[in-house]
């Protein structure tokens, strides 16, 4: 092991120094030549050892490639041609399109942004130490974050402080580390920043996770963070002394959940900044299901092969899908002539298995929405209108799901109705002519930063960005392509009479 010492020079001559030991994999460094020596060694270094050491020079060289786009971002976000004047003032589009040319969220392309401008500027001890690995690019984030408006007095000593110990930080504990040293240099402010930052508290919304499960955020102020963990606890602590099987974990989601579903189904008192108070209305969910998935709650009811099944009995030599297994010699290539039944979809969600779909449109709290049968409701009612009516916005919100934009992931009902052909240009007010867009993207192409393309016959969609670049924003679920006939109806009903009763139908 040989012990290195990298230094860092500030203009004013102060030296920040980074202790650490490395191995010969690491004198690599993070500059293009120890990728190929990465790769030249991959196949020789069989010890536990030697494959650690690569698998950190590895990491030096991903965040010698992360300085390089948050330079590259930032210098991007500087150009006057992704500048956008608009009735609020001026949006710049650059993160937009890092998104759509990456296929990474906004989100993401904004934090290139702004640590590039951070580490091309006060904070270049940062950039230093990122460009040679370091420190990973999550690391530099949260000294951007941590550090973003603070006063540069208190932000570059705060940084040289915190740096010294990142290297054996994790991001986590990097950040406490400098929300520790920001009120230890300037308690005076400590009280005014934490208003500033309690201002923007918030829940996050379903973010799809697998096999029908998803994950929410929330960003609160300290105390009520801990309110909200305490108050999970001590409802789990007695369920589990009332001899509750559940786990912790388990009793604290179900909780939570619980309180939500009251506050759905009955209402919520909700206190008001004067101190009043108002109570919300029941509300509904939608589900929308489709009308084979429906059936499936007939009684006798058998659905048609799904594609697997079809696959699996080609892979097990047998013409009988039911009877198909796992098993096989060969694989087998080519299009499958089984039935592609459609998934149900939960709105804010996404794609849910048909069992949930039907549990969830027995209950009284979702609302059903059939896709199938037509509703015989005009789709296009020319220039009659300029706000379209309901069912057009409907209709728009199930077809495409969320914002047109690609890559963009805000469901559809929480996003702005525009017209694809301008109204002030001759567009009608028409379910072709109409696309959900988030606010942000609404805005954007307002501004003339991006175009949207029409909906093309595969469901299919262009989206032109401020460089003139075209993505294609595909839709949620393919169109069928290929599948059997529609499912037989069950023996002695007709599909009418099937859905007449209590729900789910």
Known sequence: MTALVHEFRRPGGSVLEFGTHVTLMDRAG??????????????????????????RAAARVEAHAAWLKARYAAKLASSARLAYPDYIGVINVAAEEISVGLRVSTHLAERYVKVGGAITGALCATGDALEVGVISFEHAWVITDCLSGVDLTVAIPVEELALERAVERTPAELRRDIARLLIEFDPETADD??????????????????????RMSLFLPAPDAVTLDSALDAAAT???????CRTTDQLRADTMTGWAKTALTSGTEVTLSDGSTVTSAPAKIAVTIPLEVMMRAIPGFTPPPSVADVFRADLAGTDNPDTATDSCEAVVFGPVDGHRTEAAWLEGYGPISPAVALLLAAGGTWQRIVTDPLTGLPLDIGRARYAPPSHIRTATRLRDHTCVRPGCSIPSHRCDGDHVHEWAQGGVTSLVNHAPECPRHHRIKTAGAANVGHLQADGTRTWTSALGKKYRRLPERPLRQRGGAPPDDPPGESPPDAFEGPPPF
């Open 30 to 55: 993070a500059g293009p030549h120890a990728v190929e020596l990465l790769e030249r060694f991959e196949d020789r270094e069989t010890s536990e050892e030697g494959l650690l050491a690569s698998v």
């Open 193 to 214: 920043r934490a208003r500033v930052a309690a201002g923007k508290r918030r829940v996050g919304r379903p973010r799809p996770a697998a096999d029908g499960m998803a």
């Open 238 to 244: 007695a369920a589990r002394g009332a001899g509750d």
